[in-house]
């Protein structure tokens, strides 16, 4: 088990499950979702919404 958590695989392995769960997210439409979030909580904090 040690020699396998000391290659490159379960790196490479976790960055393509995120990356599938990014395109998977975006497929959905969360982006815009998200991205509204994130402007709001911007603008609360600057003061200006």
Same mark, same amino acid.
Not at 23 to 42: D, Q, W
């Given at each position: 088990? &040690? &020699?396998?958590?000391?290659?490159?695989?379960?790196?490479?392995?976790?960055?393509?499950?995120?990356?599938?769960?990014?395109?998977?997210?975006?497929?959905?439409?969360?982006?815009?979702?998200?991205?509204? &979030?994130?402007?709001?909580?911007?603008?609360?904090?600057?003061?200006?919404?």
């Amino acid at each position: 088990m &040690k &020699k396998i958590l000391d290659t490159r695989w379960p790196g490479l392995a976790l960055a393509a499950a995120g990356i599938l769960m990014m395109a998977y997210g975006i497929f959905r439409g969360e982006m815009s979702v998200v991205l509204t &979030k994130a402007i709001n909580i911007c603008m609360e904090c600057v003061g200006i919404g």
